[in-house]
């Protein structure tokens, strides 16, 4: 899939300093230490401005609080997002998957209220990535299930070097996207991208000779810690999960009693929004489900709408999201108006407007940031990084644990908040934030 074009650069696009984003959206400042990383983003290609000037729209909106800007989201703003930006893959949609990433939206489908399933059920895993992790989890999670998992970006090869970090390589042994599996090891990777890539090719170019004659099955080649793979896609099938190389508006794709999408349409503009909702709506079987949004690992800065056929058409039952996002929430929009983002938003503005609930929070969080070592309050109140930071590779599992512990103490009373501003909210059954349409 290629991602659509940007909105295009309008007078309030043009910015020259962070301290102008700042001062124009958040009307104030974070620490030094975050802005001097922020400034990263000033000698950036345009879809990287962009994409940051369209996030301080995002956090205005939420009415993000400058002093919550961590050094870490400025890392995310400046260093992995030019990196992950379709612009930096020749404009593909670049196929990252996470372990874990929908467990909460399995259990979701399993406990939901809006439709029930029985054995044989397909469920469609539109944009799941690879390698298929996504996917993998829902044949495990649904074993009486068919699964079906689609991307149109399936490469040729698989290729691992000696940290089990991975690339994908099409047919002419081209990097089309490489990614960590560990937490550490993505600065390293995307600070210096064109020097991870070679790395990748020099790899390639020592394994492929080991390969044996293609006969379009699955092969492997192995040396010092290195591992290629052709046509990898076959070690992950087994009775109750397949796959297509396809994606939204493809015709040979099975009818499904859901279908699902995460992290795949926050790239593209409303157009493509509609059409895809269209072909959505003629592929699902009446009753089914349509469940789209974005997550993280473990269900992180989760948001997503929940759709049902009815009538031949989609009817929205439900957006939900995490506690979580009330403030670390990585603003990930291509385009104005996306959808779950803006609504997202909208609905973080709402809860950080009511002065008590938010003094709670963010007394809570703060604490549980200070204990975990990720993060203390400086002498003017802005997020900076303690003294003895945690290890970056611990620093992924004491966030989740930190989102566990938010969301037993929040969600109820964030659910209270949008019921007092006359929202229909509710919890759903897995502890997500839901309000209807």
Request: glycine share 8%.
């Amino acid at each position: 899939m290629q991602a659509s074009g940007g909105t295009g650069t309008k007078d309030r696009d043009r910015w020259n300093t962070v301290e102008e984003l700042c001062d124009r959206y958040l009307g104030g400042r974070p620490s030094e230490a975050a802005l001097q990383v922020l400034r990263n983003a000033e000698r950036q290609r345009p879809e990287v401005r962009d994409f940051l000037e369209r996030a301080f729209r995002l956090m205005a909106l939420s009415k993000f609080d400058p002093r919550d800007f961590s050094p870490f989201v400025a890392r995310f703003f400046t260093v992995i997002a030019p990196g992950i930006l379709p612009g930096a893959w020749g404009g593909i949609v670049p196929p990252f998957t996470l372990p874990g990433r929908h467990r909460k939206i399995d259990a979701y489908l399993r406990s939901n209220a809006w439709a029930s399933f029985e054995p044989g059920t397909v469920l469609l895993d539109v944009g799941c990535g690879f390698p298929p992790q996504t996917s993998i989890e829902a044949a495990e999670a649904f074993p009486d299930w068919q699964i079906v998992g689609a991307d149109p970006t399936f490469e040729q090869y698989l290729l691992y070097d000696e940290r089990e970090n991975y690339a994908c390589l099409d047919r002419t042994g081209r990097v089309r996207y490489f990614q960590a599996t560990r937490p550490e090891e993505f600065l390293r990777l995307y600070s210096d991208r064109d020097a991870t890539i070679q790395h990748f090719s020099q790899v390639f170019a020592q394994l492929l000779p080991s390969l044996p004659t293609d006969e379009g099955t699955l092969s492997t080649a192995e040396h010092d810690g290195r591992r290629l793979v052709r046509h990898p896609l076959s070690a992950y099938e087994r009775s109750n999960l397949t796959f297509v190389q396809g994606g939204f508006g493809s015709s040979d794709l099975p009818e499904a009693g859901v279908v699902r999408s995460f992290n795949v349409l926050i790239y593209y503009d409303a157009d493509f929004r509609r059409k895809a909702e269209q072909w959505v709506a003629q592929v699902l079987r009446p009753g089914g489900l349509f469940v789209c949004g974005r997550d993280d690992s473990e269900s992180l800065n989760a948001h997503y709408s929940v759709y049902r056929t009815e009538g031949g058409r989609l009817v929205e039952k439900e957006f939900a999201f995490g506690v979580e996002t009330v403030r670390h929430s990585l603003w990930y929009a291509l385009h104005d108006g996306e959808r779950e983002t803006w609504r997202l938003a909208e609905l973080l503005g709402i809860l950080r407007s009511d002065r008590e609930f938010l003094r709670d929070y963010d007394a809570r969080l703060d604490a549980l940031l200070a204990e975990n070592r990720i993060a203390v309050r400086d002498e003017n109140g802005c997020l900076a990084e303690p003294r003895d930071p945690i290890d970056v590779a611990q620093a992924l599992p004491a966030y989740q644990q930190i989102a566990h512990e938010i969301e037993a103490e929040f969600t109820d009373r964030a659910v209270s908040v949008l019921q007092r501003a006359g929202l229909h909210a509710w919890r759903n059954p897995v502890g997500h934030i839901a309000v209807g349409p």
